[in-house]
């Protein structure tokens, strides 16, 4: 094993003894400190009760465009905003309960957005702005979304589906009649609106800015997120506005968040940790965060620390890794000393990355575990832990991780095992605040979940030392994790037998140094179809712009046949063994 590494910050932890707030720890306490008393909407908690404080012309956002443009927006700006897209919505006839999606680049809009839709009591689902038309139906559909705000540079994605969505009434266009507050470049044109669509602007000029924020129960729903499996098309997980305990908390002990921090999560709002951890677990602290809306680019990156002065920063190890090989002349060229903590997510965080870490930034990355469905950390290295290089860490107070076998019972320390998370109680009263309630409109899928008695099985194999850290060893399934998305190989395949050239489809993940994974496709052509270069370019653009960008295949292999189960399931296991040269296993069920 690596040594331990102790010195991670100068300054006092919000969570200075772990083990003694493990033992004693009580939601309770958690609610009293953050003065949850129900009903109450997660929006005030987060934005306007620091509107009306002292922390009123705080900057809540600094925005900061893909071509380098920059705004500051204060909790004022945010309660304001929100407001008037609350009072749009109801002017649309959006009720408590309806869906809400929207889908939009990074702008102020975006995160106004979520916060206008929670506070008339809807239900938001963001989407990331590289879905293309396939990833939005299958969400808007199943949802039964009634509106989508988006952004004139993306609705056209929106026209190609519109047909096939009964459900969705009006589509919000941010930037067609006017610039969008962001001074988004490229927007600000005087884009001809089609029947059901409006213009943002002109909406929320006509809307008032007070609003009587919607007291909700903390067991209604406040957002869906899909993420993705291993079968069938992505699932909608469902949170709701209790998750904002685990949100604070979460926020103050493992980011280690206080008042004067400038923190930066470098995740979309589209995924999971954008929206707790870009979005609501920050602001429910009063703190100010950064946002870019541009892609990964290592001098702007950079950049953004430097002239924001960032101090907490929240990232993937994909991310650190593409710094890391953009070369120590590079961060040279950047005064970084504003960081004060580093954390990451998503995949394992390589022990290299952390050496690099604490060459180039002085400080040890942190590395923390969760996914969609746990809707907060779960597991996390903490500023006042020692950190085993290549560990996730320990539990977060609160939730009790266990390795179990199939059957329910622990393993002892150093074996492998299946990763589970203990639940109490009866469905769907789960063991903390922010575990999913649902699957929207999937009761079946859900169960699969806690199919071990007082378990909620996580998908994961890993396994814990002696000393209470967890190690991460891989999925138990077939999903694809690249570049810290989750990928259903599914969704791919179905999306790539679309292409008028293929005849059958098998998808996986293949390692990749710097993406954690890359989708690899195997195809079989359709009749009168040849193999070629070209085919292969097409078939990757294709799924680029049919399913997403992030979710297409890097590599693909033409082949005469995929290997299947008798019953017809394609056998991802042995096209991913025969990739790898490893050993093939049970070929019992591989049809002649
Ligand atoms: C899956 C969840 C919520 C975070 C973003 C991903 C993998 C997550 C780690 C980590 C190794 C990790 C797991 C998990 N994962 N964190 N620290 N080390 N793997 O959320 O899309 O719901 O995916 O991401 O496989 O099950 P997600």
């Given at each position: 094993m690596e040594k331990e590494i102790h010195k991670q910050t100068h300054l006092t932890p919000n969570l200075p003894d772990y083990k003694k707030a493990y033992k004693g720890f009580q939601w309770e306490a958690v609610r009293t400190e953050l003065g949850l008393v129900p009903p109450v909407n997660i929006a005030s908690k987060a934005v306007d009760q620091h509107a009306r404080s002292w922390r009123r012309n705080k900057v809540a956002l600094y925005w900061e465009?893909?071509?380098?443009?920059?705004?500051?927006?204060?909790?004022?700006?945010l309660q304001k905003e929100s407001n008037r897209i609350g009072n749009m919505l109801l002017n649309l006839g959006v009720r408590r309960g309806d869906r809400v999606f929207v889908f939009l680049p990074r702008i102020l809009e975006l995160y106004t957005s979520v916060i206008g839709i929670a506070k008339i009591g809807a239900v938001a689902g963001p989407m990331f702005s590289a879905f293309g038309p396939e990833a939005l139906r299958d969400r808007l559909l199943d949802s039964g979304a009634k509106v989508l705000i988006t952004h004139a540079s993306l609705r056209?994605?929106?026209?190609q589906v519109w047909d096939e969505l009964p459900e969705l009434k009006h589509v919000i266009v941010v930037g067609a009649s006017a610039p969008s507050a962001s001074l988004r470049a490229g927007s600000g044109g005087h884009v001809p609106l089609r029947k059901g669509e409006v213009s943002f602007e002109r909406e929320v000029e006509k809307a008032p800015r007070g609003l009587e924020v919607e007291d909700m129960d903390l067991e209604d729903p406040l957002y869906i997120l899909y993420t993705s499996g291993t079968t069938g098309k992505p699932k909608g997980v469902v949170h709701v506005h209790h998750d904002m305990l685990s949100h604070y908390i979460t926020s103050k002990w493992v980011l280690d968040l206080k008042e004067e921090d400038v923190y930066w999560c470098t995740a979309d709002p589209g995924w999971v940790t954008g929206t707790v951890y870009g979005l609501w677990g920050p602001w429910l602290n009063g703190c100010s965060q950064v946002t870019f809306e541009g892609r990964f680019e290592a001098e702007h990156w950079y950049s953004i620390i430097e002239r924001y002065g960032v101090t907490v920063w929240y990232t993937a190890p994909t991310a650190l890794r593409m710094l890391m090989k953009a070369g120590p002349e590079v961060v040279k060229k950047y005064n970084l000393k504003s960081l004060r903590y580093i954390l990451s997510v998503g995949e394992p965080l390589n022990p290299e990355v952390i050496r690099w870490g604490m060459e180039v930034f002085g400080l040890c990355i942190h590395d923390t575990w969760w996914q969609?469905?746990?809707?907060?950390?779960?597991?996390?290295?903490?500023?006042?832990?020692?950190?085993?290089?290549?560990?996730?860490?320990?539990?977060?107070?609160?939730?009790?991780?266990?390795?179990?076998?199939?059957?329910?019972?622990?393993?002892?320390?150093?074996?492998?095992?299946i990763l589970a998370l203990k639940v109490a109680g009866p469905l769907p009263t789960q063991g903390w605040p922010s575990m999913m309630r649902a699957l929207w409109g999937d009761e079946k899928r859900y169960k699969e979940y806690f199919t071990i008695p007082g378990w909620y099985t996580t998908g994961d194999t890993a396994h814990v030392?002696?000393?209470?850290?967890?190690?991460?060893?891989?999925?138990?399934?077939?999903?694809?994790?690249?570049?810290?998305?989750?990928?259903?190989?599914?969704?791919?395949?179905?999306?790539?037998?679309?292409?008028?050239?293929?005849?059958?489809?098998?998808?996986?993940?293949?390692?990749d140094p710097e993406r954690g994974e890359i989708i690899k496709a195997f195809i079989v052509l359709r009749h009168g179809h040849k193999p070629s270069i070209e085919l292969e370019?097409?078939?990757?653009?294709?799924?680029?712009?049919?399913?997403?960008?992030?979710?297409?295949?890097?590599?693909?292999?033409?082949?005469?046949?995929?290997?299947?189960?008798?019953?017809?399931?394609?056998?991802?296991?042995?096209?991913?063994?025969?990739?790898?040269?490893?050993?093939?296993?049970?070929l019992s069920t591989l049809e002649d």
């Amino acid at each position: 094993m690596e040594k331990e590494i102790h010195k991670q910050t100068h300054l006092t932890p919000n969570l200075p003894d772990y083990k003694k707030a493990y033992k004693g720890f009580q939601w309770e306490a958690v609610r009293t400190e953050l003065g949850l008393v129900p009903p109450v909407n997660i929006a005030s908690k987060a934005v306007d009760q620091h509107a009306r404080s002292w922390r009123r012309n705080k900057v809540a956002l600094y925005w900061e465009g893909a071509e380098g443009q920059n705004c500051k927006y204060t909790f004022y700006e945010l309660q304001k905003e929100s407001n008037r897209i609350g009072n749009m919505l109801l002017n649309l006839g959006v009720r408590r309960g309806d869906r809400v999606f929207v889908f939009l680049p990074r702008i102020l809009e975006l995160y106004t957005s979520v916060i206008g839709i929670a506070k008339i009591g809807a239900v938001a689902g963001p989407m990331f702005s590289a879905f293309g038309p396939e990833a939005l139906r299958d969400r808007l559909l199943d949802s039964g979304a009634k509106v989508l705000i988006t952004h004139a540079s993306l609705r056209e994605r929106i026209h190609q589906v519109w047909d096939e969505l009964p459900e969705l009434k009006h589509v919000i266009v941010v930037g067609a009649s006017a610039p969008s507050a962001s001074l988004r470049a490229g927007s600000g044109g005087h884009v001809p609106l089609r029947k059901g669509e409006v213009s943002f602007e002109r909406e929320v000029e006509k809307a008032p800015r007070g609003l009587e924020v919607e007291d909700m129960d903390l067991e209604d729903p406040l957002y869906i997120l899909y993420t993705s499996g291993t079968t069938g098309k992505p699932k909608g997980v469902v949170h709701v506005h209790h998750d904002m305990l685990s949100h604070y908390i979460t926020s103050k002990w493992v980011l280690d968040l206080k008042e004067e921090d400038v923190y930066w999560c470098t995740a979309d709002p589209g995924w999971v940790t954008g929206t707790v951890y870009g979005l609501w677990g920050p602001w429910l602290n009063g703190c100010s965060q950064v946002t870019f809306e541009g892609r990964f680019e290592a001098e702007h990156w950079y950049s953004i620390i430097e002239r924001y002065g960032v101090t907490v920063w929240y990232t993937a190890p994909t991310a650190l890794r593409m710094l890391m090989k953009a070369g120590p002349e590079v961060v040279k060229k950047y005064n970084l000393k504003s960081l004060r903590y580093i954390l990451s997510v998503g995949e394992p965080l390589n022990p290299e990355v952390i050496r690099w870490g604490m060459e180039v930034f002085g400080l040890c990355i942190h590395d923390t575990w969760w996914q969609t469905e746990t809707g907060a950390i779960m597991i996390a290295n903490y500023p006042s832990v020692p950190v085993r290089p290549g560990s996730m860490g320990k539990p977060f107070p609160g939730t009790e991780a266990a390795i179990i076998d199939g059957k329910g019972h622990k393993l002892p320390p150093g074996n492998s095992g299946i990763l589970a998370l203990k639940v109490a109680g009866p469905l769907p009263t789960q063991g903390w605040p922010s575990m999913m309630r649902a699957l929207w409109g999937d009761e079946k899928r859900y169960k699969e979940y806690f199919t071990i008695p007082g378990w909620y099985t996580t998908g994961d194999t890993a396994h814990v030392d002696k000393d209470g850290y967890f190690w991460f060893i891989g999925r138990a399934d077939d999903v694809i994790m690249t570049a810290g998305h989750r990928v259903g190989p599914f969704e791919v395949e179905s999306a790539l037998v679309e292409h008028r050239a293929v005849a059958e489809a098998g998808v996986i993940g293949k390692p990749d140094p710097e993406r954690g994974e890359i989708i690899k496709a195997f195809i079989v052509l359709r009749h009168g179809h040849k193999p070629s270069i070209e085919l292969e370019e097409e078939i990757k653009e294709f799924i680029r712009h049919r399913l997403s960008a992030h979710a297409y295949p890097r590599e693909i292999q033409f082949m005469d046949g995929i290997p299947k189960t008798r019953s017809g399931k394609i056998m991802r296991r042995l096209l991913k063994a025969r990739e790898l040269g490893l050993p093939e296993g049970d070929l019992s069920t591989l049809e002649d």
